[in-house]
């Protein structure tokens, strides 16, 4: 019988009394809930200590890119705005505050007027967290504020940048499989036997009207598709990270709206390859494809479906400036820095830390950016 932490007997018990849960909910309690999940209790997952790397924990230069990035937009809406008094830079999912800390620094030294007029907004809904972050931010108390929801910002919508850096693949997903015979999806979910969390299909009354509400962004299956494509064959979808998007476009008054993560375009989800989706599970740097092992214990993420977060925010009036690869956004940042010194004297570890950023092997090419602007 599979040894159950606090968190895997507060799953059993809901699973127990809804017969089979949504991965979406075992997702969200095993990464959100509010005492004992991954994101409450692992202040220092990402790094060489952690469970995985991100662009932030290779060293500052991200930050660095990304603040002259942030000063050329803001320096822009200045000028054709010159009565806009402040300007934000709303970051959602800053974990510890390391990235926030990174770009305020490089604000402060590098532009001191146009630092001087921003205020530095956190989306946080975890109060632990926002504890985290706070402690890292100390210096920077006087620009900071930190709000729960979208929802809780003040009334006026803002004139800034809107960002984030690998939360979208943590949100919640759906996770559906293929039924050859009947040539439709059904819905996989969570149930307990014998103790231990097992797969287990959705019961048919909340498969139809569920699966088309929960995956309005997938594309029609060609009739040759559909004839050809193996039974069981696996996708997720995230309408929570869809509506989060949209929630973002609807706070901005003019400027941007961007994302790095790794993820995949609608015609991607359907390559040979992806037969059993993109949901992984991470604990020490190591992959695993046990999802439903160690709840609260270990990272769960699935790639972000990319097309349904641009049509997202185009629904929402936004227009797309820029999808491609991490690799690519950051050399052209670095290409316009560099005209003007803009980063300063650059040295071996910026070396090293640029290569990782960028080089394929590493995160340039798994990695992508979305801008979109108002």
């Given at each position: 019988m599979q040894e159950m932490n606090t968190l895997a007997e507060i799953i059993r018990a809901?699973?127990?009394?809804?017969?089979?849960?949504?991965?979406?909910r075992f997702m969200e309690l095993a990464l959100y809930h509010p005492e004992l999940g991954y994101y409450e209790t692992q202040k220092h997952s990402p790094g060489r200590r952690g469970d995985f790397y991100?662009?932030?924990s290779t060293g500052e230069l991200f930050g660095h890119l990304l603040a002259f990035q942030f000063s050329e937009w803001l320096a822009g809406i200045k000028a054709i705005h010159p009565q806009i008094k402040t300007l934000h830079l709303i970051e959602a999912g800053a974990h510890d505050g390391t990235l926030a800390s990174d770009i305020l620094k490089w604000l402060q030294s590098s532009c001191p007027e146009l630092f001087a007029q921003i205020e530095?907004?956190?989306i946080e809904p975890s109060t632990r967290r926002q504890t985290w972050q706070k402690e890292t931010l100390r210096p920077f108390a006087s620009r900071v504020r930190w709000f729960p929801h979208f929802n809780d910002l003040p009334a006026l919508r803002s004139n800034g940048?809107?960002?984030s850096n690998e939360l979208l693949d943590a949100f919640p997903v759906h996770r559906f499989g293929w039924d050859a015979k009947r040539k439709t999806w059904f819905e996989w979910g969570v149930a307990v036997e014998r103790g231990k969390f097992i797969w287990a299909r959705m019961p048919e009354a909340h498969d139809s009207s569920h699966i088309i509400r929960h995956m309005p962004s997938l594309p029609h299956l060609p009739v040759e598709l559909?004839?050809?494509l193996p039974d069981g064959y696996?996708?997720?979808a995230?309408?929570?990270?869809?509506k989060w998007w949209r929630q973002a476009s609807g706070v901005l008054d003019r400027g941007w709206v961007m994302t790095f993560d790794y993820g995949l375009t609608s015609g991607e989800l359907f390559l040979p390859g992806r037969a059993h989706g993109s949901l992984r599970s991470y604990s020490r740097h190591r992959a695993s494809d046990d999802l439903l092992a160690n709840a609260g214990e270990q990272d769960i993420t699935a790639h972000v479906n990319f097309s349904a977060i641009r049509n997202a925010g185009q629904e929402a009036?936004?227009?797309t400036e820029f999808f491609g690869s991490q690799a690519e956004f950051l050399v052209e940042i670095l290409a316009n820095a560099a005209k003007t010194n803009a980063l300063g004297e650059w040295d071996s570890a910026r070396t090293r830390q640029f290569q990782t950023l960028t080089h394929p092997d590493h995160l340039g090419r798994a990695f992508r950016a979305l801008v979109q602007t108002r």
């Open positions: 809901e699973a127990a009394q809804r017969g089979v849960l949504t991965f979406a991100t662009s932030v530095y907004r956190i940048i809107i960002f559909m004839d050809v696996t996708i997720e995230s309408p929570s990270a869809e009036g936004l227009i």
